[in-house]
């Protein structure tokens, strides 16, 4: 019922600053947040940041925290991801979906329950 695309990413040497652009079309009420999480090859798909769509609260995983930051324009229905300081172990495939709330427990921001998935944009951070 959402669908997703992602985009921005690309090769970025360590220190540097990405920004991540996930827009949406369609809507879902009962979906209202957003995530960004990331994948590296071999791995489990980790929770990176949410974005609660109803009252603009953020969480992040502290791995990112004071790094990243997620926001979002209503008029072009875009949420972003801000990635300064970047280093090496950022390196991942990113994605944004929709979720059915942000939760984030301990260190890290996991899925409520996802709705849709974006396609994924890559990151690579050089060494």
């Known amino acids: 019922q959402v669908h997703l695309v992602e985009s921005g990413g690309g090769l970025v040497q360590p220190g540097g600053s990405l920004r991540l652009t996930c827009r949406a079309s369609?809507?879902?009420?009962?979906?209202?947040?957003i995530g960004w999480f990331r994948q590296v090859s071999g791995s489990e798909r980790v929770g990176v940041s949410c974005?609660?769509?109803?009252?603009?609260?953020?969480y992040y995983s502290d791995i990112v925290q004071g790094r990243f930051t997620i926001s979002k324009d209503d008029a072009t229905n875009t949420v972003y991801l801000q990635m300064n300081n970047l280093k090496p172990e950022d390196t991942a495939a990113y994605y944004c979906?929709?979720?059915?709330?942000?939760?984030?427990?301990?260190?890290?921001?996991?899925?409520?329950?996802?709705?849709?998935w974006g396609q994924g944009t890559q990151v690579t951070v050089s060494s």
């Open positions: 979906a929709t979720d059915r709330g942000c939760w984030k427990s301990g260190s890290w921001y996991y899925p409520t329950q996802i709705g849709s």
């Open positions: 369609g809507f879902n009420s009962d979906y209202y947040g």
């Open positions: 974005i609660n769509s109803r009252d603009n609260s953020t």
